[in-house]
């Protein structure tokens, strides 16, 4: 009996030392919100895994000429998007047809990209590594600089037991990083866990926000990753189809997946493809029904919306409540390189 006591004690020890804290830059699940939609299983996340990714991410070796990183088109401090360009600049300054989206939360996601063309995050560097106007590489090449490389071989050996780097491998360790950046520290995640309070013109944004905007840009995510038209009308020259151009269907013309809204105070410019440089821009958007052009998803259309000033300005303070400070600026994040 006289043994329980510390047996106890030392069982609660061990569990408290399991529980992964944000500041760990760890994955971990915040507390209400849904299952993730990625199977960890198919790659059991190791902080050696999380450290060997984040060095990827933020090496430019991954490019043909190695001048650009994950990181040229995803930057910390702009919640991992791309503030330089409308549309993404990659290799040679080549520009592609689309804004390079903030990069947060993506264990939620069903589907990527603005179409949602790519299935599985173990999977989409591929699209980025071999893109001609992104990082214009091929597997072959990469794999070859990294299995050169000695100190690349020891990280790899260690997390995946291999003396022979594989294209798996790379995209599993960049999967470790990008799947552990999880933004649920904002003002508004504060507020719903009732350590502070909104001020009275954010709770007026916040109540405009549910009524006009929650439907598709659904809470805890701020999305519910469904592929909608918002007025915006089609991009005079670029002729993206968007999520038709993957299932072939007509009533998917110009659709796109409806972008989270966290940290969107800094992950300008907005819209696939970036043509809205602010915020005030978009709200004002939404904010005048008349000036939607076609075609608009029919949960908007029912809407009708017309906001005046003052609640254009509210809303906008409700949006930048969704800013998570301790995410930009997490340092664990930040540049690594195991060199
Ligand atoms: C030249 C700029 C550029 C580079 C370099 C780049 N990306 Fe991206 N990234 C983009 C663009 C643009 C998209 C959106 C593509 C689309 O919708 O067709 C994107 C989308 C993504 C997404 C999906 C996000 C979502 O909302 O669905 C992930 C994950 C991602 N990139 C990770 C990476 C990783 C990892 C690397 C490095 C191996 C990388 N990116 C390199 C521009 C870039
Ligand atoms: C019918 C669904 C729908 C509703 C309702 C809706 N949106 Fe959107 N929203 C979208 C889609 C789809 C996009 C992306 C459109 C594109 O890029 O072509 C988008 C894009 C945005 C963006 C740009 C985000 C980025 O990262 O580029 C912001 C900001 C935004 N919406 C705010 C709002 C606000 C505020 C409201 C309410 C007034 C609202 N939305 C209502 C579907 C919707």
């Not at 569990?15 to 209400?32: A, K, N, T």
């Not at 989409?124 to 050169?148: C, F, W, Y």
């Not at 029904?289 to 017309?306: Q, T, Y």
């Amino acid at each position: 009996m006289k043994y329980l006591i510390p047996l106890w004690l030392l069982l609660s020890a061990l569990l408290v030392s399991w529980e992964v804290s944000p500041e760990d830059g760890l994955f971990y699940q915040p507390d209400g919100w849904p299952k993730p939609s990625y199977n960890f299983e198919t790659n059991p996340i190791s902080h050696e895994g999380f450290l060997l990714g984040k060095a990827l991410f933020y090496d430019p070796l991954l490019s043909k000429d190695s001048t650009v990183s994950c990181a040229s088109c995803h930057l910390q401090y702009t919640a991992f998007a791309h503030v330089d360009h409308p549309t993404s600049h990659g290799v040679d300054s080549r520009v592609g047809k689309r804004n390079a989206p903030g990069l947060m939360n993506l264990a939620w996601y069903p589907y990527f990209h603005w179409d949602g063309g790519v299935l599985g995050l173990n999977g989409q560097a591929i699209n980025p590594i071999t893109h001609p106007d992104e990082m214009g590489s091929t597997l072959e090449d990469v794999l070859k600089k990294l299995n050169r490389n000695p100190t690349y071989r020891k990280a790899f050996q260690n997390v995946f037991k291999t003396d022979e780097i594989k294209t798996q491998h790379i995209l599993k360790a960049l999967a470790q990083f990008t799947v552990s950046l999880v933004s649920a520290n904002s003002k508004y995640d504060q507020m719903k866990r009732k350590e502070l309070a909104f001020s009275d013109q954010e709770q007026r944004g916040y109540t405009l926000f549910l009524r006009h905007c929650n439907q598709c840009h659904t809470e805890p995510l701020f999305t519910n990753f469904k592929f909608k038209s918002n007025g915006i009308g089609p991009h005079p020259t670029l002729k993206d189809e968007g999520r038709s151009a993957i299932t072939g269907k007509e009533k998917d013309a110009l659709t796109f997946r409806v972008p989270t809204l966290r940290n969107v105070e800094h992950s300008f410019p907005y819209m696939h493809d970036g043509r809205y440089g602010k915020l005030k821009e978009v709200i004002h958007h939404y904010a005048t029904a008349s000036m939607w052009k076609l075609p608009v998803s029919s949960e908007l259309k029912k809407k009708n919306i017309s906001l005046n000033s003052d609640e254009e300005k509210a809303l906008l303070s409700f949006l930048k409540t969704l800013t998570d400070k301790a995410f930009l600026l997490n340092s664990t994040f930040g540049y690594f390189s195991l060199k």
